[in-house]
């Protein structure tokens, strides 16, 4: 079944301890990004990936890193995470960029920081 | 920058139609429309390339005017199954990948 995994689905830590969010695609996908998502505010796009060892900042990158060692995984890293980092956080794929086809999102991850 | 999405807020009738309008202020490549149920990831519905025809999909369809960098989802005799929030994503054609509007939250009543 093709589909984006992320890991772990929920998560409660506390200010300053440093945490990674996986995503994994089975689709063979060239692009993937992650956005965090807050009430009122819409899908905000942190760091999004064009290819392997290929990313680059989104609107909302502050506080994150990503790494793209394999096309297929695409882990969010928060090296000292703080309270204003708890959001509901996706991990999206597609084909290539420019999209010409659908954005496929994981299942959403969400992250509660103390 | 976010493409700006009106209204914010919706609430029709079973049967009823709705027009969900998506604006951007830098010339866009594509547009995209997705719906997301709450608690769930964002579905979907369809994409509208520049220089491409409106798109459409059962009661669902959308058009895109290129020189306005404005798009429409128009939604024809709504279903409860309609209820939801749509986001309207734009691309600016740099390979920056989607940049997504504040929602628009749709609520159908029986």
């Known amino acids: 079944e093709a589909q984006v995994t992320q890991n772990p689905r929920y998560l409660i830590t506390v200010t300053g301890k440093k945490l990674t969010v996986t995503c994994s695609q089975n689709?063979?996908?060239?692009?993937m990004s992650w956005y965090r998502q807050d009430p009122g505010l819409g899908l905000r796009q942190i760091y999004y990936?064009?290819?392997?060892?290929?990313?680059d900042k989104g609107d909302v990158p502050e506080g994150y890193k990503v790494s793209r060692k394999e096309k297929r995984n695409f882990p969010l890293i928060l090296e000292s995470p703080s309270p204003n980092q708890t959001s509901l956080y996706f991990c999206?794929?597609?084909?290539?960029?420019?999209?010409?086809?659908?954005?496929?999102f994981g299942e959403g991850s969400r992250l509660t920081v103390l | 920058q976010q493409p700006v999405q009106s209204p914010q807020a919706v609430i029709l009738r079973e049967g009823e139609d709705a027009v969900i309008n998506c604006s951007s202020s830098k010339a866009l490549y594509s547009v995209h429309w997705y719906r997301q149920k709450h608690g769930e990831a964002p579905v979907f519905l369809m994409i509208l390339l520049k220089g491409g025809e409106q798109k459409g999909h059962e009661k669902i369809s959308a058009s895109f005017n290129e020189k306005k960098q404005q798009s429409s989802l128009y939604l024809t005799a709504s279903q409860l199954s309609y209820s939801g929030t749509y986001f309207c994503?734009?691309?600016?054609?740099?390979?920056?990948?989607?940049?997504f509007g504040k929602g628009t939250h749709l609520i159908i009543q029986p």
């Open positions: 994503g734009t691309e600016g054609g740099g390979a920056d990948g989607l940049t």
């Open positions: 689709m063979n996908h060239e692009y």
């Open positions: 999206a794929s597609s084909f290539r960029a420019p999209l010409a086809g659908e954005l496929f």
């Open positions: 990936s064009m290819n392997v060892e290929v990313t």
